[in-house]
């Protein structure tokens, strides 16, 4: 079981409030990343982060935004909710090495969160 | 276009039988393939991994293949039982950046009866 860890793991809110998804790893991994996953789809990369004050948006477009102000936390924030946000939300996290070979990193996942925007 | 099928959609067996799931990918350049489960309103959990070189890699029951040439993969579940239910996505890297980039599939939802 990876040390990585979500809450809320459900959620239900009403539209245009302002939510934050909290992911926290103890394993002290430099990489983490935000995907969103709607039920019988593949997961969309939304956002990653190599380390402490560096973010990217990922694949998927997504006007949630997120900061890593220490190695173990990576939370996202939606602003202003809307029904069309309604997903589940999963942070992973990787352990970045320096190896010049092809790396074989193994992402670890939190629970996840479900969100639901009324 | 980077993808990954896989097949089939859903899947049902009876406990204690095998099965087999495939997935075909188009991602290159290719660094390796995952095959990951994950349980019902649960994060993904990592079964296996192969890189190019690799054409077979089991985990106790699970047995994954690649055939890196016809660029397909095959995981196989031996002696199903009833917590084998859940979502299998096959999941490949390419090695065109320093992400590492990841291309998941849809999953196949497998479900066994007792």
């Known amino acids: 079981e990876a040390d990585i860890y979500q809450t809320p793991r459900y959620l239900v809110i009403g539209t245009g409030k302002k939510i934050t998804l909290e992911c926290s790893q103890t394993m002290g991994h430099d990489k983490m990343y935000w995907y969103q996953q709607d039920p019988g789809m593949e997961l969309h990369l939304i956002h990653y982060?190599?380390?402490?004050?560096?973010?990217e948006k990922g694949d998927l477009s997504s006007e949630s935004t997120v900061s890593r102000i220490r190695t173990e936390h990576f939370p996202l924030t939606l602003e202003s909710a809307r029904p069309s946000h309604t997903s589940q939300y999963l942070c992973a996290s990787s352990e970045a090495r320096t190896s010049g070979k092809p790396r074989q990193e193994t992402q670890y996942f939190g629970p996840g969160t479900r969100l639901l925007v009324l | 276009k980077n993808q990954v099928e896989q097949s089939p959609q859903s899947l049902i067996i009876l406990e204690g039988k095998n099965c087999t799931l495939q997935?075909?990918?188009?991602?290159?350049?290719?660094?390796?393939l995952r095959w990951y489960k994950q349980d019902t309103g649960r994060g993904p959990v990592s079964l296996t991994i192969?890189?190019?070189?690799?054409n077979t890699k089991s985990n106790g029951r699970y047995t994954a293949t690649l055939d890196a040439d016809t660029k397909q993969s095959s995981l196989h579940i031996t002696a199903s039982q009833l917590s084998d239910s859940a979502s299998y996505i096959c999941?490949?890297?390419?090695?065109?950046?320093?992400?590492?980039?990841?291309?998941f599939g849809r999953g196949t939802q497998l479900t066994v009866w007792p």
């Open positions: 982060s190599y380390g402490v004050n560096s973010t």
């Open positions: 997935c075909n990918y188009t991602v290159s350049p290719f660094s390796n």
């Open positions: 999941v490949v890297s390419d090695r065109g950046s320093t992400l590492g980039r990841l291309y």
């Open positions: 192969m890189t190019f070189s690799e």
